[in-house]
């Protein structure tokens, strides 16, 4: 299928090379119960043997406490295996109550699932027949190109976005932030439709929705009122905004809204931030001195935000600190080594950074695959990682820094940890970040959600 065809001059561009444009213009094992001999790690590439495949014991509790015993995985690719627990989806270091589920992971590595802390499923042409993307190369050419495909895709958006947040949980996804689409174009088809996503897949996936006013808030009229109306009802957890002087060309005016509507319905704030060099700093210290004023320190998120990478390094200091103090936290979705943010120095100032997909197979661009391993691993290619620790670290960034900036508990596999987690074949976490291993098991709650990729269950 192919979305309507329109001539332009321009070649078009990719999407980290538009976005640049438009803006300037390890693990320690889990302390769980060992369980014996050494296991050999399992090879990363044909399919497991009959001996290697994940097996299964029923559980025989009687309907008392769930659970579940993990036998045979080591946490981050711990030399020695070890046997979690699972209580009613909690990882404990007591013994396991009599009849308790047995699943024997033959030596896999155990991984906590990872968080996406900025995703558009509403946009994505994920599982449809390809799509002929046009050329395009400012935001509003991008935009009209949304609503094209919007048009020429037949599957409903609800499904699409299904279909894409499962897959996304299938490769070890337990939690995401949706950015929606809002304006007149769409009304609030797209929130409608990815709430009804999450409801559907909420034995497995925590989700936050964003609107997000992709035309503009105040360059397209009607947007405000959708995104106030959004809010009123209680269907979003975020209101959004974007590039309030690069695209909106209205600062005070656009973040007047957006954080008015914040502030009245008591939802968060997160907001595109394309914007480069000085005009990037403008709208960034407009966004911290709002965020100041209401107090809604703890509530507040900036995305891409392409003026921080290459700050002087007093200057990044300074802005940090006081990231740090406002509450604000920041995402990128590491599109190049220019743009990706500065991850370490930001949080050794206490600023949580989280790590996203951005879009999936969308008009904007044919990549992408809402697979946060894979994404982890994209942040260590454009930050040139060579060194175990600078691999491992890439990883924590879709792990627990996505955790962080949602609130969720860290899933580090120890005991009081929530029992979220994948199984790959490995021989160490470094490894696994470099040749992305099919995703054997992934566990949400203490429950098996997915097997080789596949969604299972509900």
């Not at 014991?57 to 946490?75: L, S």
């Not at 030596?107 to 802390?117: F, K, S, Y």
């Not at 070890?172 to 009304?187: E, F, I, L």
């Not at 360059?219 to 957890?237: H, M, S």
Request: charged residues 25%; negative net charge.
């Amino acid at each position: 299928m192919h979305a309507e065809s329109t001539a332009s001059p321009t070649a078009g561009l990719s999407r980290r090379s538009m976005l640049a444009g438009a803006a300037a213009v390890a693990g320690t094992a889990a302390a769980i119960t060992a369980s014996g001999a050494e296991a050999a790690p399992l090879p990363t590439g044909a399919s497991p043997s009959a001996a290697d495949r994940i097996t299964e014991q029923p559980d025989r509790t009687g309907g008392h406490a769930r659970a579940t015993v993990f036998k045979n995985v080591r946490p981050y690719g711990a030399k020695r295996p070890v046997d979690l627990t699972v209580v009613d989806g909690v990882i404990t270091a007591d013994p396991a109550p009599r009849g308790a589920k047995v699943v024997d992971c033959k030596g896999r590595i155990a991984l906590p699932t990872l968080v996406d802390a900025h995703i558009h499923p509403d946009k994505t042409a994920w599982g449809e027949p390809w799509v002929t993307r046009n050329p395009a190369s400012t935001i509003a050419e991008y935009t009209a190109e949304d609503v094209k495909l919007y048009h020429a895709l037949r599957t409903p958006l609800k499904q699409r976005a299904e279909r894409l947040m499962g897959h996304a949980v299938a490769q070890g996804t337990r939690a995401m932030r949706a950015h929606v689409d809002v304006a007149p174009a769409y009304d609030l088809v797209g929130v409608e439709g990815v709430g009804s996503a999450r409801r559907n897949l909420r034995h497995a996936l925590d989700v936050e929705i964003v609107a997000f006013p992709q035309h503009g808030v105040i360059r397209t009229p009607g947007t405000k009122e959708l995104l106030e109306e959004a809010a009123r009802t209680g269907a979003i957890d975020r209101v959004g905004g974007i590039d309030p002087i690069g695209f909106d060309e209205a600062l005070d005016e656009q973040l007047d809204v957006v954080f008015g509507i914040a502030d009245r319905h008591g939802v968060g704030v997160d907001i595109h931030l394309h914007e480069r060099a000085a005009t990037g700093m403008e709208s960034l210290r407009a966004i911290i001195a709002r965020t100041r004023a209401l107090s809604l320190q703890g509530k507040v998120t900036v995305s891409h935000v392409f003026c921080v990478p290459g700050l002087p390094e007093r200057e990044l200091d300074g802005l940090a600190a006081d990231l740090a103090d406002a509450g604000i936290s920041l995402t990128t979705v590491a599109p190049s080594s220019d743009l990706v943010l500065p991850i370490a120095r930001l949080r050794e100032h206490g600023v949580h950074v989280g790590l996203g997909s951005d879009g999936v197979r969308d008009s904007w661009s044919p990549f992408g695959n809402a697979d946060m391993l894979h994404r982890s691993h994209l942040l260590a290619w454009v930050q040139d990682a060579r060194l175990d620790e600078e691999l491992e670290a890439a990883f924590r960034s879709g792990a627990d820094g996505g955790a962080r900036l949602l609130g969720l508990p860290e899933a580090d596999l120890k005991p009081g940890s929530p029992a979220d987690f994948l199984l790959v074949r490995g021989e160490c976490l470094p490894q696994v970040v470099v040749d992305l291993p099919r995703r054997d098991m992934v566990v949400r709650d203490g429950r098996i959600v997915a097997r080789d990729g596949e969604l299972v269950g509900h």
